[in-house]
Nanobody, 121 residues
Framework: VQLVESGGGLVQAGGSLRLSCAASGFTLDYYATGWFRQAPGKEREGVSC????????YYADSVKGRFTISRDNAKNTVYLQMNSLKPEDTAVYYC???????????????WGQGTQVTVSS
C-alpha cells in the first residue's frame, strides 16, 4: 500500500502547479482522499479532500476558489490543481487516504511522503 505525490516545485506568485497522488496496492477511489500541507513551524493543515462515495469536495477557506481537487479512477490518482499561488502556500504537501472525507489528519490511514511547493514573491 503506497501513496506517491509528485508535481511540486518552485513557482512565482500567481503561477500554477498540479500535484498528483498516485496509489498502488489498493484502489484509491474506494477511499476519501485528502491533501494536507505543513509549513515550517506550523501544524499540518487540511487543504482539500474528496469523498469516495459521491465525489463531494471540501476546501479550506484559504484555498477556496484557487485550488481544485479531482480524481481519475482509471489512473488510481487524485490531483490538486493549484492556481493563483501565493507565498503563503509554501509548504510540504501530503496526500492521504481514509474512510471519511474530513480535514482532520488523524482520520486518515495512509499517507504519502510529501512534495515541496515553494512560491516566490
Amino acid at each position: 500500500v503506497q501513496l506517491v505525490e509528485s508535481g511540486g516545485g518552485l513557482v512565482q506568485a500567481g503561477g500554477s502547479l498540479r500535484l498528483s497522488c498516485a496509489a498502488s496496492g489498493f484502489t484509491l477511489d474506494y477511499y476519501a482522499t485528502g491533501w494536507f500541507r505543513q509549513a515550517p513551524g506550523k501544524e499540518r493543515e487540511g487543504v482539500s479532500c474528496i469523498s469516495a462515495s459521491d465525489g463531494s469536495t471540501y476546501y479550506a477557506d484559504s484555498v477556496k476558489g484557487r485550488f481544485t481537487i479531482s480524481r481519475d479512477n482509471a489512473k488510481n490518482t487524485v490531483y490538486l490543481q493549484m492556481n493563483s499561488l501565493k507565498p503563503e502556500d509554501t509548504a510540504v504537501y501530503y496526500c492521504a487516504a481514509g474512510l471519511y472525507k474530513t480535514a482532520r489528519a488523524r482520520t486518515y490511514d495512509y499517507w504519502g511522503q510529501g512534495t515541496q511547493v515553494t512560491v516566490s514573491s
